[in-house]
């Protein structure tokens, strides 16, 4: 089964310290999402790519946050100068859309739990 | 900030019976989706109704949808104590936002 994966699962961390997440989508796929979700809430959109080209981001997000997807392919996020408020589960997600606005079914990665202490 | 809810927030209901879940939003859309949750497989998606469909079916599951009042509801029919999880429904909403609720809560007791 080749579905999205994320690395690592878990995440424990300190406050202050810097943390990269990757997310791998389906093959095929050419976008790719991530989203934060804290418990008891829905996913919170963070960010998207099309191909290599990040088409939006969130206004929630902090300037501490920036993602990358330098070769269409696997995409990075990384959190600078962790903060407790950082500590969710960070979703990655990938759809295959062809010339549309809208997203079509995205796949779910199992998602990387962070913990900043 | 999330726009639109799911209602209710928490259903508890008995195998066999019915579930019937809302959601409501802001803003147009394409499509709107169903998703479920749950601990053992993540987000998984359910159902996908465009603004043109009024409602649309998959397996035990039925979704409406009414662009008029901004809302749509998922039934799921014969509820299985699988089908326990966290329901979302999710839409793009304008400049390029992903949405999703805060979700229904769903618990079928065996």
């Known amino acids: 089964d080749t579905g999205v994966s994320q690395d690592p699962r878990h995440k424990i961390t300190k406050r202050g310290q810097n943390v990269t997440f990757r997310c791998d989508p389906i093959?095929?796929?050419?976008?790719l999402y991530w989203y934060r979700q804290t418990l008891g809430q829905g996913p919170e959109f963070l960010t998207y790519?099309?191909?290599?080209?990040?088409?939006?981001k969130s206004r929630l997000l902090s300037d501490r946050f920036s993602a990358e997807r330098p070769k269409g392919s696997f995409s990075t996020l990384e959190i600078q100068r962790t903060e407790q408020g950082d500590s969710a589960m960070y979703l990655c997600?990938?759809?295959?859309?062809?010339?549309?606005?809208?997203?079509?079914?995205?796949?779910f990665g199992p998602g990387t739990r962070l913990t900043v202490l | 900030s999330q726009q639109g809810e799911e209602d209710p927030q928490a259903l508890s209901i008995q195998e066999g019976e019915n579930a019937t879940m809302n959601c409501s939003y802001k803003t147009s859309i394409n499509n709107l989706q169903w998703y479920r949750q749950n601990s053992g497989r993540g987000l998984v998606h359910l159902i996908l109704i465009r603004s043109n469909e009024r409602e649309k079916h998959s397996g035990r599951l039925r979704v409406t949808l009414d662009t008029s009042k901004k809302s749509s509801s998922l039934l799921i029919t014969a509820s299985r104590a699988a089908d326990t999880a966290s329901y979302f429904c999710?839409?793009?909403?304008?400049?390029?936002?992903?949405?999703f609720g805060k979700g229904t809560k769903l618990s079928v007791i065996p």
């Open positions: 999710f839409r793009w909403t304008g400049s390029y936002q992903l949405t």
């Open positions: 997600a990938s759809s295959l859309e062809v010339g549309s606005l809208s997203t079509d079914t995205q796949y």
């Open positions: 790519f099309q191909n290599e080209a990040q088409l939006e």
């Open positions: 093959s095929e796929h050419n976008r």
